[in-house]
């Protein structure tokens, strides 16, 4: 298998060339599931490994061999991501607020917690945990956020299933097709469509900044 020697977990592209379908699984297991996880890429990673299964696989990672497998990917992305919140649920539970005792710093934010708090408050336990698979950074916080408030596990696992397969099944059949329609040319599309994807990932977080910023003054 070939394997880059230096991998950007950051690069969506490096982590797929490098580690293929495990890598994929893990990251997505990993930023659903474990607090650390919240900066790494979980929509434009779901989004190229679709590509990846499609027929301009070769045209994009720049290998005539790559190719990903497409059931594989829709069976294995929604189990990680399931499971991955399923972790971040029981961790929530079990350790409660000790979870979330600890100073701001680099890889921790209080207003991670307070945002993911909002959710619940403002649409509910069932539609907060499947709308927050669209958020980045929500989607890492709420599931331990869940846990501590009390969510049950039946209710959570059946909103965090549904969320879970939506997400990850939409955006890689999203990146399957758009990789087919544009063979030969996706090259030209690839930067801008996943700048669209960042766009609109990380507009519900620029919102609520601007809007915790307005209620603060």
């Not at 990993?30 to 679709?50: H, I, K, N, Q, R």
């Not at 990846?52 to 990903?68: I, N, T, Y």
């Not at 607020?97 to 959710?119: C, G, T």
């Not at 039946?154 to 063979?183: C, E, P, Q």
């Amino acid at each position: 298998m070939h394997m880059d020697l230096a991998v950007n977990v950051l690069d969506a592209q490096s982590v797929i060339t490098a580690f293929g379908l495990i890598g994929i699984l893990a990251i997505i297991f990993v930023e659903t599931g474990l607090l650390v996880g919240f900066f790494l890429p979980g929509d434009s990673l779901l989004f190229l490994a679709g590509v990846g299964a499609s027929g301009a696989a070769a045209e994009v990672f720049g290998r005539p061999d790559f190719h990903l497998s497409l059931p594989a990917l829709l069976i294995g992305a929604p189990v990680a991501a399931v499971c991955g919140a399923q972790l971040g649920h029981l961790m929530g539970a079990r350790l409660g607020p000790k979870l979330f005792a600890r100073p701001n710093s680099r890889m921790f934010k209080q207003a991670h917690v307070a945002q993911a708090e909002a959710y619940f408050l403002r649409y509910g336990a069932g539609k907060a945990i499947v709308l927050a698979r669209f958020v980045p950074v929500v989607r890492t916080f709420l599931n331990p956020v869940a846990g501590l408030l009390g969510v049950r596990g039946g209710t959570f696992f059946m909103w965090n299933a549904i969320g879970g397969v939506v997400w990850t099944v939409g955006i890689t059949l999203l990146g399957y097709r758009l990789g087919d329609s544009l063979k030969g040319s996706i090259d030209s599309y690839m930067l801008p469509v996943i700048a669209l994807i960042m766009i609109v990932s990380f507009s519900p977080v620029l919102i609520e900044v601007v809007r915790s910023r307005r209620a603060a003054r």
